[in-house]
């Protein structure tokens, strides 16, 4: 049985991949709103791909991406510590963490060191959001999610593409290791099992 630790109801926010920061500026509203003591930590590689992030953003960055994303927070980032590097080099230490976002990690060689990054940081109650969860593209992150059995229950599903967890019990590093994700160790039988599990806890516009 899963019974959350009220001392640690107040750990850490975490966001891997923020981008230009229009879901930070969210999160930053809830830490200020919650009077929460502690900033969220967000992690991106603040890098401008300008083919393909020019045509997502509908404009060319005219200055650099860490710059920009201060700017779209405007005041609210007093309340978020940036990170700026490849997320799959993230090291934590600070302390437990109640909430993560993923963005950023969709597949398997990045997904595995960031859950080996927090590993020792999760606890029963902490919740995890993963963004592209039923977008086609990135299956390798309901793939990866499977591996991880019932230590992680199912509780919302978000229109778009994301779909919300709750943490019950923290994983060990290798059980998240690359060799324990790889897709390439995937039999037919465990993805049809995956795909029959996932099926029937999403509404039918994210099934697909």
Same mark, same amino acid.
């Given at each position: 049985?899963?019974?959350?630790?009220?001392?640690?109801?107040?750990?850490?926010?975490?966001?891997?991949?923020?981008?230009?920061?229009?879901?930070?500026?969210? *999160?930053?509203?809830?830490? =200020?709103?919650?009077?929460?003591?502690?900033?969220?930590?967000?992690? +991106?590689?603040?890098?401008?791909?300008? #083919?393909?992030?020019?045509? #997502?953003?509908?404009?060319?960055?005219? !200055?650099?991406?860490?710059?920009? @994303?201060?700017?779209?927070?405007?005041?609210?980032?007093?309340?978020?510590?940036?990170? #700026?590097?490849?997320?799959?080099?993230?090291?934590?230490?600070?302390?437990?963490?109640?909430?993560?976002? @993923? +963005?950023?990690?969709?597949?398997? #060689?990045? *997904?595995?060191?960031? $859950? *080996?990054? @927090? %590993?020792?940081?999760?606890?029963?109650?902490?919740?995890?959001?993963?963004?592209?969860?039923?977008?086609?593209?990135?299956?390798?992150?309901? %793939?990866?999610?499977? !591996?991880?059995?019932?230590?992680?229950?199912?509780?919302? %599903?978000?229109?778009?593409?994301?779909?919300? @967890?709750?943490?019950?019990?923290?994983?060990?590093?290798?059980?998240?290791?690359?060799?324990?994700? %790889?897709?390439? =160790?995937?039999?037919?039988?465990? *993805?049809?099992?995956?795909?029959? =599990?996932?099926?029937?806890? $999403?509404?039918?516009?994210?099934?697909?």
């Amino acid at each position: 049985m899963c019974i959350r630790d009220r001392q640690n109801r107040h750990g850490y926010v975490v966001e891997l991949g923020t981008w230009l920061g229009a879901a930070t500026a969210w *999160i930053a509203a809830g830490v =200020r709103d919650s009077a929460v003591d502690r900033k969220a930590h967000v992690y +991106d590689r603040f890098k401008w791909d300008d #083919k393909n992030h020019t045509r #997502k953003a509908g404009r060319r960055l005219t !200055r650099n991406m860490l710059a920009e @994303f201060r700017a779209n927070l405007g005041p609210l980032i007093e309340y978020v510590v940036p990170h #700026k590097g490849e997320i799959a080099e993230l090291v934590w230490t600070e302390g437990n963490v109640s909430l993560i976002i @993923f +963005d950023a990690p969709k597949r398997a #060689k990045v *997904i595995s060191p960031v $859950l *080996i990054a @927090f %590993a020792d940081y999760v606890y029963c109650g902490t919740i995890l959001v993963w963004q592209d969860f039923t977008h086609s593209s990135s299956y390798q992150i309901p %793939a990866c999610i499977s !591996r991880l059995g019932d230590k992680l229950e199912f509780i919302d %599903a978000v229109p778009g593409s994301t779909a919300v @967890f709750l943490v019950k019990q923290s994983w060990t590093p290798a059980e998240v290791s690359q060799e324990a994700l %790889a897709p390439s =160790r995937w039999t037919r039988d465990e *993805i049809i099992a995956a795909w029959q =599990r996932w099926l029937p806890l $999403l509404p039918d516009e994210m099934a697909a």
